[in-house]
């Protein structure tokens, strides 16, 4: 069997137009970028395409949005339960919206959208369009054709990631083109990919944005509001965009064409984790009634050699009960013991849970990062702590397999082993976060994978990939 991803993600393999950076969006710090235009734009005709990721299903996800007060505003949002919102609202009355019938609930994929308002258009229908990977939305739950110039592209404030501050992104955003004039299909932005049929993001220098059009790609670290800026527009006009809220820390390598690995908050036992930092950080509930609270990912394997890396992030006072690895097992059957084949974990404590336990390391606490290698190939599994292999192992020993745990091909009922943690503690809350390559927490050195993706904390053992769709799709 090939590795392979758990949820569907819309990311093809290496060749073609590649995106190089996205920006994680958290709401508690109030992420977003933001703009105001000096002069106003072509308010009847203009064209936003942007490629983005959901961190939950359970709010409104402003996407971009525009107002000049409550009465008067532009959005297009991922709706709470995972519809797609695009409204323009003039004098407190609709003048425009389309609010899709599909729901688009899949936290793992990237998703394409673009959103075209064209209000003299001679096909009524027409005169405002969506896009969900390439393809146009024709039925709805609800639509209005435009009859009045839109809020956008006045010389009123507009965000990124946000509506008047409220409704903040929580997830990834990238790739993002304003076309101020024109009314652009989806293939000006994107097309399917031969092999695979997926739809995929293209180059854009040919385009032309017109005066108040931007394009951001999200390459640079600083927090300016210029060419050096995480919001600076490189589409030539130089309309940047200024920071709020986001650092160095929120820019990732995770985009719509190296779909990376995350937690899965669809999949956990006793679901009263909240997650944060784009689903990299969880943090378990109280009060659960029973002993341990379980959480898995969103991409597993069952060939090849993988590396990620585990941060012991905070704890309820006097409490140590992380367990941190993989699994094979779906949530519900997270009450079985840890003696049962289809787990691998390593308690803080120092003990090893595989088909019973055993002694390992010295364990770990809080702060620590623990580095875990799985060799699928030679079935063998291995833990670092701070840097340091636990055992006197040695991930790069082949089929030795020295100091490693020794695994089975995953026997549960998933059929490929998904990272995993728990909290052996379900009256108490432990907080923790994964580092599959790109990291929501500050890095010391910077180590990627043999081909070149990731940043982790510690060197990638030699053969070992970062979980991520173009390694899954390449060597796995």
Known sequence: MTAQTILPANSASSGGYEVANSLRFNPASNDRLTRTPSTTGNESRWTWSGWAKRGTDNQDLFLFGCDEDANNETHLKFGTGGDIRFLDKVGGSTNGKINTLAKFRDLSAWYHIVAVFDKDNS?????????VNGVRISAFDGSVMPGNSSILNKAELVEIGALDGNGDMNGYI?????????????????EFDSDSGIWVPIKVSGLTFGDQGYYLEMKQVGTSQNSSGMGADTSGNDNHFAVNGLTAIDQSQHTCTNNFCTLNPLDNFWPNHSYTDGNLTSQSGTDNGSPYTYVTSTMGFNTGKWYWEFKAVAKETGIDNWVVGFTSKRSASANETYGTTGYGMYGHSGVIYNNGSSAYGSGFGTGDIVMIAVDMDNLGAYWGVNGTWLNSSDPESGSSRTGAIVITAPPGDIGVYVPSWFWYEGDNWGKASYNFGHPPYAISSGNADGNGFGNFEYAVPSGYLAICTKNLAENG
């Open 123 to 131: 096909t009524a229908t027409d005169r405002m369009i969506l896009y």
């Open 174 to 190: 990238c790739e993002v083109c304003f076309i101020d004039g024109q009314a652009l299909a989806a293939d000006s932005f994107g």
